[in-house]
């Protein structure tokens, strides 16, 4: 466990390293959710709720998914590409650790960095310039929080997965991108999933991606109460158990496949 | 002559090596054609939950959409240069490319094509198509002289953004993280802007002028005539974007030392 946690640690500090990039990426991040709030203030023009959401719902919605997004989002599906293509993934694999959890660790690592030095400082930003509706329910920052770990873990095992699928197709970059294409647009982050048609809501609910940003941001607006919660936090700790699953599966191949390529 | 003819054969070379690997190439196209669904999903969701974007319809909005993918199919064929930090800066390999004869940005242009981002043109043209019949718009013939012109505006407008940005690397050790988000704020050119708050516009028509890229030449094909000085703005914004990045561009080049290893 302790190499784990100096891993988290040395990532943090190698971002660390780069922080003065971070600043100006604040600024970009806000302009970013700036347009994004008049775009969707024009989309509501007068009309007080659509889908259940009022207008300030969704506004909040929107800057908590990007801020959240600072979080849990991270690169470990190209690292993993990349070190399959240069070899270096061999020395890793004799190294006294499970290759796949350092990679999530490291995750976690960017991820605390971001957080902290990123969506903090720029949510303060946004909440000074926008009006946003920050609840001051405490249950609901923790429930929040929760599920906002449980995005972490999803979504970095779908980039280990899809890390994993380039070790036996020549060039991921493609398939890399499409995923992100996939995750932006099934796990909420542009748009809620209550405003799809319903045949496609009804598909998506057999789909985890709206466990990564749907989900905690729809607790964080409270858009979801009660019950809704709870079902949302059960969906996502059901996959967390389920993705094990194919990752195993994957890993066991993937090592296989090594054998042939390092000559 | 001779920049001309070195395109050509770079060109060339490029595509034999992309048709070695066909199967690559599908791969491209088709995520290429789903990060251009991503957003007309977006236009077309949202549109079933409202009639109107502050005065401007859906099939006006798609029809920008068209317009904009255009432009930016040629810059991504053309332009790039967002990993030049990391790729160049970082690993080298600028050193090799002021060695060469013909000007460094033309030659990282020469390496970096992706002749298959062009594809995402025709998807434009037929987006585009699509809105133009919805909306019954009426052509002229000097329209498609405008077109070619606005086009060429805008995509000088995206690649002088982004060469300034690729510039930025030769003064600081930032690593390029702030790319991506660019290319998200690009996004917000294709909407009326109109619609966001006066920082907003300002920043879109004359910080980052990615509205050059969108809504206001597309405006004049919609024949919205309250913004025709912004449509014919388009080209000068081009030629202005570009050569500012460009002298940025040669600043940066001299001060270049090399990675040093």
New interface residues.
Partial sequence: MGKYIEMIRMRFLMMLAYRTNYYSGIFIYSINIGAYYFLWSAIYGGQPSIQGMTVEQMTTYVAIAWMARAFYFNNIDREIAMEIREGKVAIELIRPYNYLVMKTMQGLGEGIFRLLFFSLPGMIIVTFVFSLQFTANVHTWGYFALSTMFSFIINSQLNLIAGMVTFFTLNGEGLLRAKRFVIDLFSGLILPISFYPEWAQHVMHYLPFQAISYIPSMIFTESFTGDAVMKGMMFQAVWCVVLIVPIYVLWKAAKRKLIIQGG | MFYISIFFQYMSQYVKTKLQ?R??LL??F??DL??Q??NL??IL??F???Q???GWTRDEIIFIYGFFLVPFALFAAFFNIWDFNERYIVRGEMDRVLTRPVHSLFQIVLERMELESLLGGITGLIVMGYAASRLHLSFHWYDVILFVLFVLGGTFVYAGIFISLASISFW????S??MP??Y??GN?GR??VD???R??RY??TWILPFAFVGVYPSAYFLRKTEWYTYSFLTPVMGIVCFTLSVLLWNAGVKRYRGAGN
Avoid at chain 2, 172 to 175: T, V
Wanted: hydrophobic share 50%; proline share 2%.
């Fill in positions: 690997y199967t690559d791969v491209e088709l995520s789903m990060f669904g991503v999903i977006f969701v949202v079933g939950h409202t109107l974007l502050n600081s050790d930032a690593r993280s702030i988000m660019m998200n704020i917000y909407y009326p619609i966001y708050n920082v907003i920043v879109l």
